[in-house]
């Protein structure tokens, strides 16, 4: 599909950063997040526990809202959350 759908597939990604700048307040301990990406364990996504666009809620882009995550659950949770599952 990524092959077949770059422009698709370029537009999602661009409305991601758009979304995660928008979600970022100026609050936020730029450092500690850049440390959480840059410490990721191979294999794994780094996740927001809340995600930046759901269908009900809409988390921040903050160091406490993240977690990590196999690629493949990750992918599987896509923008999905569950309060009764914390």
């Given at each position: 599909w990524r092959?077949?759908?770059?422009?698709?597939r370029n537009a999602?990604?661009?409305?991601?950063?758009a979304d995660r700048t928008l979600r970022t307040p100026e609050w936020a301990?730029?450092?500690?997040?850049?440390?959480?990406?840059?410490?990721?364990?191979?294999?794994?996504?780094?996740?927001?526990?809340?995600?930046?666009?759901?269908?009900?809620?809409?988390?921040?882009?903050?160091?406490?809202?993240l977690q990590y995550l196999p690629a493949k659950e990750n992918m599987r949770k896509n923008n999905r959350f569950d309060p009764d599952a914390r």
């Open positions: 092959k077949n759908n770059p422009g698709h999602l990604k661009y409305m991601y950063i301990n730029h450092a500690r997040i850049i440390e959480f990406y840059k410490n990721c364990p191979p294999g794994h996504h780094v996740d927001h526990i809340i995600p930046l666009r759901a269908k009900n809620v809409s988390g921040l882009h903050v160091d406490y809202n």
